[in-house]
């Protein structure tokens, strides 16, 4: 059985990621187990180049959890084959200083279990407007 039976490719990551990130930001729980409900023990990351393990995955949280105050995910396109998805998506933030949009290309392996075990990830930083909503301009203001 897909994880992505009876659901998009599109679906699954957003569902995926907005899930992981209510929980890291919302909650209380220590973020071990939050990401042991979401990735395997043995799960490695590689974004822009840098490898990230569980336990570099565990303290890059704490910031984010101290510091993101608002955030949306945008979903352009997803492909899934097998076990495997692709997707493309930006997610936008309000940090307590500033507003951040990154958009993201995304390639994932999952599970049997549905929890993802491998990924890659190359990002980009998008310019973001004084509106607070991290990828919006503000109103009547051009981007540099």
Same mark, same amino acid.
């Given at each position: ?78 492909? *899934?084959?097998?076990?495997?998805? @692709? ?5 936008? !933030? %309000?940090?307590?200083?500033? &507003?951040?949009?990154? /958009? ?14 491998? *990924?890659?990830?190359?990002?980009? @930083? ?5 509106? !607070? %909503?991290?990828?919006?301009? &503000?109103?009547?203001? /051009?981007?540099?």
């Amino acid at each position: 059985m897909s994880p992505f039976d009876g659901v998009s490719p599109e679906q699954f990551i957003a569902d995926f990621m907005t899930s992981f990130t209510d929980e890291i930001v919302r909650g209380e729980e220590d973020p071990g187990p939050i990401v042991d409900r979401y990735y395997t023990p043995d799960m490695i990351q590689i974004a822009d180049g840098v490898r990230i393990d569980r336990d570099k995955l565990i303290a890059h949280i704490r910031p984010v959890r101290k510091n993101l105050t608002h955030y949306r995910l945008e979903v352009h396109e997803a492909l *899934a084959s097998g076990n495997r998805i @692709a997707a493309r998506f930006t997610l936008h !933030g %309000q940090m307590r200083k500033k &507003a951040v949009a990154t /958009e993201v290309h995304f390639f994932g392996e999952l599970a049997a279990d549905g929890r993802m075990s491998r *990924a890659h990830q190359l990002t980009r @930083a998008l310019p973001t407007g004084q509106g !607070g %909503q991290g990828g919006q301009p &503000a109103p009547g203001k /051009e981007e540099a």
